[in-house]
């Protein structure tokens, strides 16, 4: 069991760890929108609108959302509906990563985020949260990077996010989601092997303070507008692979799946943590039992193959008793 853990730790720490300086940004894509106020106005632009959104997002209610941003923007500049276009393709991928149906679209739409974004910084040079965004805008394409084995180009990207989000909180320190992205760099900057961090050296990127960085993600978490659930699925990560603490993040996920039942993707982290860190195999096929029987009423997004997958998971763990 230990060994299975180790290869399936190991594999997906490695895909971390060469994207470390392009996967901190990914958490606090959305929480610095802004409006076309004054350069002396500071925090979100319609910060209720914008949640409202990401939450359909979170909750893989794509449909929602859509109908969503056409209310959003305006009042909020059309840079941050385009950011949040990118970002529900984004997690259509994270919810079926085998799938390449959407790989394309995401491209697309993450480079006209980005030039919109780059348009804003443009505009308003002075402004935090133009800067914010446009880190923001790259995060979409550069989770894709990672996930399709694109380590080096998502690192080189990670730099321009890292420089964007540090540009944004020194014009504007009441950012505070921007602290998620910051606190998730120099958490993996201390953290990372010895090739990540000859990635680090070649980049010219500054180490890292783990204590710091949980501080940060922690501050975004608690202080920030939109950004706890991106944060929640984050931390968990980073508490089964790093901090040794299984149960912690087993809390973070049945938060997760509690706000966000409509998203697969939840309950099948719960079911994985349950066998593989707490070796309870009894509740690891409970729980990939009821994704089944949520997925057969037509209450989770993509829910025909998610009853195909979750009911063969559940057989799988019931045969492993005899």
Same mark, same amino acid.
């Given at each position: ?29 959305? /929480?610095?929108?802004? #409006?076309? =106020? @004054? ?6 632009? +319609? %910060?209720? *609108?914008?949640? &409202? ?55 697309? /739409?993450?480079?006209? #985020?980005? =030039? @919109? ?6 505009? +308003? %040079?002075? *402004?935090?949260? &133009? ?130 039942p409509t998203n697969p993707l939840f309950l ?55």
């Amino acid at each position: 069991m230990n060994r299975r853990r180790d290869r399936k730790g190991g594999k997906d720490r490695k895909a971390i760890f060469f994207a470390l300086f392009a996967a901190f940004a990914a958490f606090a894509s959305f /929480a610095a929108f802004a #409006s076309f =106020a @004054a350069l002396a106005s500071s925090g979100l632009t +319609e %910060p209720a *609108r914008v949640a &409202a959104v990401y939450d359909a997002i979170l909750g893989a209610r794509f449909e929602e959302a859509g109908l969503r941003l056409k209310t959003t923007c305006p009042p909020a500049p059309q840079p941050v509906c385009d950011a949040l276009a990118a970002a529900a393709l984004w997690w259509r991928i994270l919810i079926d990563p085998s799938s390449r149906a959407f790989d394309e679209a995401l491209k697309r /739409a993450s480079s006209e #985020s980005i =030039a @919109a974004a780059q348009q804003w910084t443009v505009r +308003e %040079p002075m *402004r935090g949260e &133009a800067w914010f965004y446009f880190a923001a805008a790259r995060a979409p394409r550069v989770n894709l990077l990672v996930l399709r084995g694109e380590r080096l180009a998502a690192a080189r990207e990670g730099k321009q996010i890292k420089d964007a989000l540090e540009r944004a909180l020194a014009l504007d320190p009441a950012l505070d989601d921007a602290y998620f992205g910051i606190g998730l760099y120099h958490y993996y900057a201390d953290v990372a092997p010895m090739y990540a961090k000859l990635l680090r050296w070649l980049l010219a990127l500054p180490g890292g303070d783990r204590v710091r960085g949980l501080d940060e993600m922690t501050r975004a978490r608690d202080r920030g507008a939109i950004l706890r659930g991106e944060a929640d699925f984050q931390l968990q990560q980073i508490y089964l692979w790093y901090e040794a603490r299984p149960r912690d993040a087993l809390a973070l996920l049945e938060s997760l799946d509690a706000r966000y039942p409509t998203n697969p993707l939840f309950l099948e982290r719960i079911a994985d943590v349950l066998d593989v860190y707490l070796h309870d195999r009894d509740a690891s096929a409970m729980a990939w039992s009821r994704l089944r029987d949520r997925a057969r009423e037509g209450r989770v997004f993509d829910a025909a193959r998610v009853a195909q997958r979750a009911d063969a998971r559940a057989r799988i763990m019931r045969g492993r008793f005899f």
